[in-house]
């Protein structure tokens, strides 16, 4: 094919692989300035992706666990758009696109990278061309919403990922090598899998972590920035990126999509404000093994504290071992990242920490960034 699709994100991951590309920084959080603490206003009743199945409600009659794929394609695809990406005039890159309102396109903010809106088109379904402008992006989360003015478009329920279990059936929708409108299906393989992504061929990058969805629906360049769908072609997830055995390998049925509540919370913020806010403790966290009685766990070890944030008000200290926030597990230093930064601005949460040898849970209200 002569169209370059863009680069595929690979993946560090709590996997044992080879040619992985972490980012050297994910092992611990940025300290958090107590002093900058901004809490978004809060989003009006009628704003976008306020409604967790908001979008095209033709999607009916369906069963989450024994989908007809053939429905599905049929309803989804006009969802999804090709995202192609110029640089004075000559194509450089594509990926994929969904439309969460009429006039809004969430992708990943890698898919756009530093281009100008005059550098961005989208095509939808119908093979019509459109320009764009650029909403806002978000390389924290890798997400980016396009605007599109002159027309219509068909925008996608949204499900909440709360409520993705894992072997449920998925679809996976996008434009892979320039291929638009390619469905591919599998399952969900796993949740809440941290993960931090960095593009080949590229310089120095911010990091991107995630407690993404795992899917094995195959995922490859170009499928960046598509949607990843439930039973009932609600989207569950925004697909990110690849795990790879070496460059070129493309797709080995480890793909991962960031979950759609994170979509949607950042989507919100980028549409309003051009700019989102990142939850934060206000520690740094390495990967650490806590001694619980006789039993040993994994955990997200605190290695230091920032004076007068949310963690340093909630009595943690450093050598702390947190080992699960609000119940989910935070197995390494990734995990707890990637779980914070899916979260509001604002919210208290509950860490359960080992210190000691002693289990006590800790309340904590986050802050931004």
Do not use: Y
């Not at 969904?98 to 088109?121: F, K, L, Q, R, Y």
């Amino acid at each position: 094919m002569m169209r370059n699709s863009l680069p595929a994100r690979t993946v560090a991951a709590a996997i044992a692989m080879t040619a992985l590309i972490p980012l050297t920084s994910c092992s611990a959080t940025a300290p958090m300035n107590p002093e900058d603490v901004k809490t978004p206003a809060p989003v009006a009743s009628n704003s976008p992706l306020t409604s967790p199945t908001s979008g095209n409600s033709s999607v009916t009659s369906c069963s989450i666990d024994d989908p007809s794929w053939t429905t599905l394609a049929e309803k989804v695809s006009p969802s999804v758009v090709s995202v192609e990406v110029s640089s004075g005039g000559h194509p450089v890159g594509e990926g994929s696109g969904v439309a969460v309102d009429e006039h809004h396109i969430v992708t990943n903010a890698h898919v756009v990278g530093d281009a100008t809106d005059s550098d961005v088109s989208v095509t939808l379904s119908d093979n019509s061309v459109q320009p764009v402008t650029i909403a806002g992006r978000d390389p924290i989360t890798d997400l980016a919403v396009l605007t599109v003015q002159d027309t219509k478009l068909t925008p996608i329920p949204i499900a909440t990922s709360a409520e993705v279990r894992t072997g449920q059936p998925v679809m996976a929708v996008g434009n892979p090598l320039g291929l638009a409108g390619t469905v591919t299906t599998g399952i969900v393989s796993a949740l809440n899998r941290p993960v931090a992504a960095s593009e080949q061929g590229t310089g120095p990058s911010v990091a991107t972590v995630t407690n993404a969805i795992q899917t094995s629906a195959p995922i490859n360049p170009g499928n960046s920035g598509g949607a990843l769908v439930n039973g009932c072609g609600e989207l569950i997830g925004i697909n990110s990126s690849i795990a790879t055995l070496g460059p070129g390998s493309g797709s080995i049925g480890i793909g991962f999509a960031i979950p759609s509540d994170e979509v949607s919370m950042v989507a919100q913020q980028l549409i309003r404000d051009r700019r989102a806010h990142h939850a934060q403790l206000g520690i740094s966290v390495a990967d650490g093994i806590a001694a619980r009685g006789t039993q040993r766990i994994r955990s997200a070890m605190v290695a230091s504290v920032v004076v007068g944030s949310p963690a340093h008000k909630s009595g943690l200290q450093v050598g702390d071992h947190i080992i699960s926030i609000d119940g989910v597990a935070t197995t390494s230093a990734l995990s707890l990242v990637g779980h914070v930064r899916g979260l509001p601005v604002g919210k208290s949460v509950n860490l359960l920490v080992v210190r000691d040898g002693r289990e006590l849970t800790v309340s904590a209200t986050l802050a931004s960034d």
